[in-house]
């Protein structure tokens, strides 16, 4: 099988893998227990946080294991929103492409009478700061955007929303889920008061993520039961995981920029060859997007046909995100830079990895357009497009 959708989970590396092993048999006591078994898993759990803390160039004191992106997004917004609530400020910035765990729960935040603004992310997928500087007002008490999309992979200016929010005081979050690993990412220098982080994105475990809280936000008590994580998540810690986190950040980190440049590389050979197709179109900006993400629309056929077909063929690619598969909606990230529902449909997207190969690569180029072609044959509205019916809208 030739793996392409790392977007949606990664493979866990050998490294990490051998690291976590021990914890299970070995360094399998509770970090809270007073024995010699239970304070070397305290030692453990809290070395894994003094390293992490620095590959992020933060403090130790900064960084709380959850069990994920969802969670840690879910308890940063419940978190800024219970703390602007205190301060009688209920608006609340986002862009309209977030993942759906900002999108759902900042619809309950809706619901418990907060205002949310979306801002806009045009053809390219990157939001104007002047956008979000005109929505700022005296009542926002949260700016969340995410740092690189999960479906288009572009990348968001960070930085000069981190001065924004700063100059006006706002808490700044940003899921970095798709970020970490693949592009720096650097909380002090870029003004993020939190920031979202999970494992399984960057060849770690599943179940397994960080919320970096800086001291500016009380951190509400998301599980109540015992003092882990300074009394705000109760639960015996999941230290495999914990080290397998940070065994695989160091790891996607060392070699930053030599995964970043051959997986760029590849991309862009993607990008080359299969526009080539006739009537596709690349979604997001070309060049201010992850290394890793492919994804391009084919006009008059259905991506999830498309997925089953390069299945067939021994590709594990995707056409949106793995979560909103299964729905036949057409992803909410692509009607977000303005694609045509039909144009939306018929979308593909690979995600590479550090794994990915040449050879790989050249099989999917081979590959794809046989499979578009018959797609095509068998569709009602490329028969129509064909006979002139129809316009092509790309
Ligand atoms: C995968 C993903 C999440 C969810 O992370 P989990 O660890 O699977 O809960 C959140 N945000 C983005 C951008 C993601 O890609």
Same mark, same amino acid.
């Given at each position: 099988?030739?793996?392409?959708?790392?977007?949606?989970?990664?493979?866990?590396?050998?490294?990490?893998?051998?690291?976590?092993?021990?914890?299970?048999?070995?360094?399998?006591?509770?970090?809270?227990?007073?024995?010699?078994?239970?304070?070397?898993?305290?030692?453990?759990?809290?070395?894994?946080?003094?390293?992490?803390?620095?590959?992020?160039?933060?403090?130790?004191?900064?960084?709380?294991?959850?069990?994920?992106?969802?969670?840690?997004?879910?308890?940063?917004?419940?978190?800024?929103?219970?703390?602007?609530?205190?301060?009688?400020?209920?608006?609340?910035?986002?862009?309209?492409?977030?993942?759906?765990?900002?999108?759902?729960?900042?619809?309950?935040?809706?619901?418990?009478?907060? *205002?949310?603004?979306?801002?806009?992310?045009? +053809? !390219?997928? @990157? #939001?104007?700061?002047? $956008?979000?500087?005109?929505? %700022?007002? &005296?009542?926002?008490?949260?700016?969340?955007?995410?740092?690189?999309?999960?479906?288009?992979?572009?990348?968001?200016?960070? *930085?000069?929303?981190?001065?924004?929010?700063? +100059? !006006?005081? @706002? #808490?700044?979050?940003? $899921?970095?889920?798709?970020? %970490?690993? &693949?592009?720096?990412?650097?909380?002090?220098?870029?003004?993020?008061?939190?920031?979202?982080?999970?494992?399984?994105?960057?060849?770690?475990?599943?179940?397994?993520?960080?919320?970096?809280?800086?001291?500016?936000?009380?951190?509400?008590?998301?599980?109540?039961?015992?003092?882990?994580?300074?009394?705000?998540?109760?639960?015996?810690?999941?230290?495999?995981?914990?080290?397998?986190?940070?065994?695989?950040?160091?790891?996607?980190?060392?070699?930053?920029?030599?995964?970043?440049?051959?997986?760029?590389?590849?991309?862009?050979?993607?990008?080359?060859?299969?526009?080539?197709?006739?009537?596709?179109?690349?979604?997001?900006?070309?060049?201010?997007?992850?290394?890793?993400?492919?994804?391009?629309?084919?006009?008059?056929?259905?991506?999830?046909?498309?997925?089953?077909?390069?299945?067939?063929?021994?590709?594990?690619?995707?056409?949106?995100?793995?979560?909103?598969?299964?729905?036949?909606?057409?992803?909410?990230?692509?009607?977000?830079?303005?694609?045509?529902?039909?144009?939306?449909?018929?979308?593909?997207?690979?995600?590479?990895?550090?794994?990915?190969?040449?050879?790989?690569?050249?099989?999917?180029?081979?590959?794809?357009?046989?499979?578009?072609?018959?797609?095509?044959?068998?569709?009602?509205?490329?028969?129509?497009?064909?006979?002139?019916?129809?316009?092509?809208?790309?």
């Amino acid at each position: 099988m030739i793996y392409l959708d790392n977007g949606a989970t990664t493979k866990v590396s050998a490294k990490v893998k051998k690291a976590m092993l021990p914890y299970f048999d070995l360094y399998y006591g509770n970090a809270s227990s007073l024995h010699e078994y239970g304070q070397r898993a305290k030692e453990h759990l809290e070395n894994a946080r003094k390293r992490v803390a620095s590959l992020i160039g933060v403090d130790a004191s900064a960084i709380y294991f959850t069990s994920g992106g969802s969670e840690s997004d879910n308890w940063a917004i419940e978190s800024a929103c219970k703390f602007g609530e205190l301060k009688g400020k209920k608006h609340i910035i986002t862009t309209t492409f977030e993942h759906h765990a900002i999108l759902n729960t900042l619809k309950e935040k809706e619901k418990q009478g907060f *205002k949310v603004t979306y801002l806009p992310v045009y +053809e !390219n997928g @990157i #939001i104007k700061l002047e $956008d979000l500087k005109k929505e %700022i007002c &005296q009542d926002t008490c949260l700016v969340t955007i995410m740092f690189a999309n999960n479906e288009i992979g572009t990348i968001q200016p960070i *930085k000069e929303i981190g001065e924004i929010c700063k +100059e !006006n005081n @706002i #808490i700044f979050h940003s $899921d970095a889920v798709q970020a %970490i690993g &693949q592009v720096p990412v650097n909380p002090i220098e870029m003004n993020l008061d939190m920031l979202s982080i999970s494992a399984h994105k960057f060849h770690g475990p599943k179940g397994v993520g960080i919320l970096y809280c800086n001291k500016k936000i009380p951190l509400f008590n998301f599980i109540n039961g015992g003092a882990q994580e300074q009394g705000k998540r109760a639960g015996t810690e999941n230290l495999a995981n914990i080290v397998g986190l940070t065994v695989a950040l160091e790891e996607a980190l060392a070699h930053l920029q030599e995964n970043s440049l051959k997986e760029t590389r590849l991309r862009n050979k993607l990008f080359d060859e299969l526009t080539k197709i006739p009537h596709s179109k690349i979604n997001g900006d070309k060049v201010n997007r992850l290394p890793c993400n492919v994804n391009i629309s084919f006009e008059g056929i259905e991506g999830e046909s498309l997925i089953l077909l390069l299945s067939e063929e021994g590709i594990c690619a995707s056409s949106g995100s793995a979560c909103t598969s299964g729905s036949l909606d057409p992803s909410h990230v692509l009607l977000a830079i303005g694609l045509p529902h039909e144009i939306a449909h018929g979308s593909l997207r690979l995600t590479l990895s550090k794994y990915t190969t040449d050879e790989e690569i050249e099989k999917v180029i081979a590959c794809v357009p046989k499979v578009v072609e018959q797609l095509r044959k068998l569709s009602p509205v490329w028969y129509e497009l064909e006979k002139g019916r129809r316009n092509h809208l790309i």
